[in-house]
């Protein structure tokens, strides 16, 4: 079975531009997870969807992070402008109410902002 | 200048010896924790659950045991092999209301197994 899929791995960027992540969840899975992980904070949750519907994006760090999920396949994370100080892996992840409590993540965006 | 990062504690080990990751959790009302793994390079992946009615769960070759009284847990390996190094983060989750809730996840310990 596929797993997470996220898009792009690895993207170098200028100061100021839009940045665009993108996740497909497990198949199946109805709640999805924005996570980023830096070397200072950790792994921290941005936002966590359930049934598409934003439930908590209290660690969504500014107005310049949006995430959205039209369908219960896609999400995205969007950042603009972007900063340096963005630069981190951008972990997606999902959970199916048949994987219990247990939340699968993909791979990862690694983001570098110059 | 110099960086500041978060210090991962970190456990080094011979091939073949045991390796013990602690953990300590915050949240008291935590029915559920996980323990993920994080090879470099990639995500967090499962490795084994338990839940709170239980202070122990042994899956293949990994021991869990969880101290309520301390808000404590453990992820014991046994006979350690290159492939398990890796960073390893305990989890806890934290209910939102009804069946939304979010995984918190603990700094992470770096094992480093050498050869």
């Known amino acids: 079975d596929a797993g997470v899929i996220q898009s792009p791995r690895h993207e170098v960027t200028e100061m100021g531009q839009e940045v665009t992540l993108r996740c497909k969840p497990i198949?199946?899975?109805?709640?999805l997870f924005w996570y980023r992980q830096t070397m200072m904070r950790g792994l921290e949750l941005l936002i966590y969807?359930?049934?598409?519907?934003?439930?908590?994006d209290s660690g969504m760090p500014e107005d310049r992070f949006s995430a959205k999920m039209p369908n219960a396949s896609f999400s995205t994370l969007k950042i603009q402008p972007s900063e340096p100080r963005d630069s981190a892996v951008y972990f997606c992840?999902?959970?199916?109410?048949?994987?219990?409590?247990?939340?699968?993540f993909g791979e990862g965006s690694w983001l570098t902002v110059v | 200048g110099e960086s500041v990062g978060l210090h991962l504690p970190t456990l080094s080990v011979q091939e073949g010896d045991n390796s013990i990751i602690n953990c300590a959790y915050s949240n008291s009302a935590s029915d559920y924790f996980i323990w993920y793994k994080q090879e470099s390079g990639k995500g967090p992946q499962f490795i084994i659950d338990i839940r709170s009615n239980m202070d122990k769960r042994q899956g293949q070759r990994v021991t869990v045991l969880l101290n309520k009284t301390v808000k404590h847990l453990s992820l014991q390996i046994a006979a350690t092999q290159p492939g398990d190094s890796a960073v390893y983060f305990c989890?806890?989750?934290?209910?939102?209301?009804?069946?939304?809730?979010?995984?918190?996840f603990g700094k992470g310990t770096l094992l480093t197994v050498n050869p």
């Open positions: 992840a999902s959970r199916g109410t048949l994987s219990g409590n247990t939340i699968y």
């Open positions: 969807f359930n049934n598409n519907v934003p439930i908590d």
């Open positions: 198949s199946g899975h109805n709640s």
């Open positions: 989890a806890e989750p934290w209910n939102s209301g009804g069946s939304n809730y979010k995984l918190t």
